[in-house]
Nanobody
Framework: QVLLEESGGGLVQAGGSLRVSCEASGSIFAINAMGWFRQAPGKERELVARDSGGTAIYADSVKGRFTISRDNAKNSVSLQMDSLKPEDTAVYYC???????????????WGLGTRVDVSS
């Protein structure tokens, strides 16, 4: 079993910064990618940022403001969010493509989410 546990998030004023982090634990042979999605009220879940083998991709809406970083030794990923805007308000979900055991195929795993609220 694989678990993704998020931390961080909270309430911040527009223009401020927050950092969310996620650590994967359990049966892990390899992690192919880790990243963050978000879901705002009434909207679909969307990709925010992903690190795959050291290559990072970002949603256009967060480019230049958010930075994703991975610590492979700790099976963790963090998202530094700067210059936050009210439209960044959402539940942020950690996501990973993980190979749980040698010889198995990769599977998709999700954290439970952490809330980020940006006030205007």
């Amino acid at each position: 079993q694989v678990l993704l546990e998020e931390s961080g998030g909270g309430l911040v004023q527009a223009g401020g910064s927050l950092r969310v982090s996620c650590e994967a634990s359990g049966s892990i042979f390899a992690i192919n990618a880790m990243g963050w999605f978000r879901q705002a009220p009434g909207k679909e879940r969307e990709l925010v940022a992903r690190d795959s083998g050291g290559t990072a991709i970002y949603a256009d809406s967060v480019k230049g403001r958010f930075t994703i970083s991975r610590d492979n030794a700790k099976n963790s990923v963090s998202l530094q969010m700067d210059s936050l805007k009210p439209e960044d308000t959402a539940v942020y979900y950690c996501h990973a493509f993980i190979i749980p055991r040698m010889g198995s195929t990769q599977a998709s795993y999700w954290g439970l989410g952490t809330r980020v609220d940006v006030s205007s």
